[in-house]
């Protein structure tokens, strides 16, 4: 049995920019469930969800003794913050699209604190 | 100062606009050594060209005059040294208020110094290349602005040297700001790349103040900060093996965690093994970041390499004008309503006022940011419809604001609460120069 529940609850984010180039750093909030992020906040993953938005390549850094993972996006901002006619044109909000995502626990998983909040 | 074994540095502001508040605490009872006001981004220093084009005496940060006020008698007292950035687009003008500031305050003997050479106009031409996108200047088809190197440390500690009080630049790398009083204190080489990657760690962390305090961190339920209304601003304890904690001022609002400071490590940073500034290539991948009190963490294992070959310039442009306009829908219907709006207004634009620009249309409410697919939920009543341009045309930006404010009589039913907007736009690319090109220079003030 397949439970899904939003990366939010297991990871918090923020998002920088640097001209039309967004980066959201994701951090698990215990050890336990970063190989979770690992698994499963993967480039492709977030192309699938974000692809309409997100125009260009998406490279994944792992810092795995920080548990946590690095998403760079090119082509995300629609030109940056001097071109994007968006109220956003930071891209600010993406940390929340990205903890936005699904997060797939398998039954093997283990139950963290977490996932019940 | 209170502790030899440790340089104790603060940031009085993040960006140009930061609260001053925290600041004036920081300096009261921090003890520190050096406070920095880190204020300038990329299109702030395009305004600030725009400001000086039309008065040579501004262009500079428009709070320098309230900071200074407020600032330069309480590090007097505290013999706390303060670096800016706020010298933006014009640091000897910002210099010679400084000077005037502090005769009215009757502080004698201090010794403000402007930092300036990162202003490269003369080295930009027509066949500059540009990169993202790849052009030339001549290409973009538009005006220059202007043209700034990023400085590092090194335009900056000729300064110490001369034991200036007050440090006053304009574009130089935020992480450097910082990193310059810390080389200097521990006189650390200058191809020390192993200790210059921890200096510019620090620089990192601290550069925007309340972000590393639990500022932009707060989310209700999942990531609480106590009395965020009153959040501290940032020390660190940095020590001469480049480690440092990162705490703030006890009864201040805020906190300093490893999630607060692993969410300002990766802040902007792309490949966290090359962060590129003037200084150097710092390698962040294996830092370790580790409570080690209430409010206290301590960084560690900063790395780095040899500096980049060349300096990053912003060249800015005049963008034209960005339109803004909006109008509102409530009860039954809203959404329906405000989407019929926004499509007239993108008809109207294109066939009445001829514009081929492409006009952005959002409904706030419900997509204002993303335009993400949503399910139709009829319980949505209450959407702004806003619309933007950018044009070089200021006709066709007002023919914006016009269309969209005639649909107060002219379009669907129960629109109101219409505001519009015209604002000049900047736009900003990037360039190298030879680091052998800029030459920073540095006049000193005494008061």
Redesign the interface.
């Known amino acids: 049995m397949t439970r899904v529940i939003e990366l939010?609850q297991i990871a918090?984010?923020?998002a920088?920019?640097?001209?039309?180039?967004s980066?959201v750093?994701v951090?698990a909030?215990t050890p336990e469930d970063f190989p979770l992020i690992l698994a499963q906040v993967t480039a492709e993953h977030v192309k699938l969800h974000f692809g309409h938005?997100l125009l260009g390549e998406i490279?994944r850094?792992a810092?795995p003794?920080?548990h946590?993972i690095?998403l760079?996006m090119d082509e995300a901002l629609g030109g940056g913050?001097?071109?994007s006619?968006?109220?956003?044109s930071h891209g600010k909000?993406w940390s929340f699209?990205i903890l936005s995502l699904p997060i797939e626990l398998d039954s093997g998983t283990p139950p963290s604190s977490n996932y019940n909040? | 100062m209170s502790q030899k074994e440790t340089y104790r540095i603060g940031t009085g502001a993040g960006f140009s606009s930061d609260r001053l508040d925290p600041a004036i605490d920081l300096v009261k009872r921090g003890q520190l050594n050096t406070i920095i006001f880190e204020c300038v981004g990329?299109?702030t220093l395009a305004f600030g060209h725009r400001d000086r084009a039309a008065d040579p005496n501004l262009g500079y940060n428009a709070l320098l005059e309230t900071r200074l006020r407020a600032l330069l008698p309480l590090c007097h007292a505290h013999g706390t040294r303060l670096i800016t950035n706020m010298g933006v687009a014009n640091p000897d003008a910002a210099a010679q208020l400084a000077v005037r500031i502090a005769h009215e305050l009757g502080l004698n003997g201090l010794r403000i110094a402007a930092v300036t050479g990162d202003d490269v106009r003369t080295l930009i031409h027509d066949e500059s290349p540009l990169h993202?996108p790849s052009c030339t200047v001549a290409e973009t088809g538009r005006s220059i602005l202007g043209a700034n190197a990023y400085l590092g440390a090194d335009a900056i500690i000729p300064a110490l040297e001369d034991d200036a009080h007050v440090i006053i630049t304009g574009r130089v790398a935020d992480p450097s700001l910082f990193l310059a009083p810390i080389q200097h204190h521990f006189n650390w080489a200058a191809d020390n790349w192993t200790q210059l990657g921890a200096g510019t760690l620090v620089g990192h962390l601290m550069e925007c103040a309340a972000q590393v305090t639990g500022g932009?961190f707060a989310?209700p339920?999942?990531?609480s900060v106590p009395n965020l209304a009153y959040v501290g601003f940032p020390i660190a304890e940095v020590c001469a093996d480049g480690t440092a904690v990162i705490t703030k001022l006890t009864d201040t609002g805020g906190m300093v965690n490893t999630?607060t400071v692993?969410?300002?490590?990766?802040?902007?940073?792309?490949?966290?093994?090359a962060y590129l500034t003037p200084d150097v290539t710092a390698d962040f991948?294996?830092?370790?970041?580790a409570e080690v009190g209430a409010d206290r963490v301590q960084v560690s294992n900063a790395g780095g390499a040899a500096r980049p070959d060349q300096l990053k310039v912003t060249v800015a442009f005049d963008?034209g004008y960005?339109a803004e306009a909006e109008v509102s829908y409530a009860g039954p219907g809203a959404v329906d309503r405000a989407a019929l709006a926004s499509t007239i207004v993108k008809d109207r634009i294109n066939k009445v006022h001829g514009i081929q620009t492409?006009c952005?249309t959002?409904l706030?409410g419900l997509n204002?940011?993303?335009?993400?697919e949503t399910e139709f939920t009829p319980n949505v009543q209450d959407v702004r419809l806003?619309t933007?341009?950018?044009t070089n045309k200021h006709d066709a930006a007002q023919a914006l604001l016009w269309e969209v404010e005639s649909l107060l009589c002219c379009g669907p039913a129960g629109g109101a609460g219409y505001r519009g907007r015209i604002e000049p736009?900047?736009?900003?690319y990037?360039t190298f120069v030879k680091r052998d090109q800029v030459t920073p220079k540095i006049e000193i003030l005494s008061v």
């Open positions: 939010r918090h984010a923020r920088g920019d640097k001209g039309n180039r980066n750093s951090f909030y938005l490279r850094y810092l003794h920080l946590g690095n760079v913050v001097n071109e006619l968006n109220l956003d909000s699209l909040k | 990329e299109r993202e932009y989310d339920g999942y990531k999630q692993k969410e300002q490590l990766l802040y902007e940073v792309h490949n966290p093994n991948s294996r830092v370790n970041v963008g960005l492409s952005r959002d706030i204002a940011l993303h335009q993400l806003r933007a341009l950018r736009s900047v736009l900003t990037s």
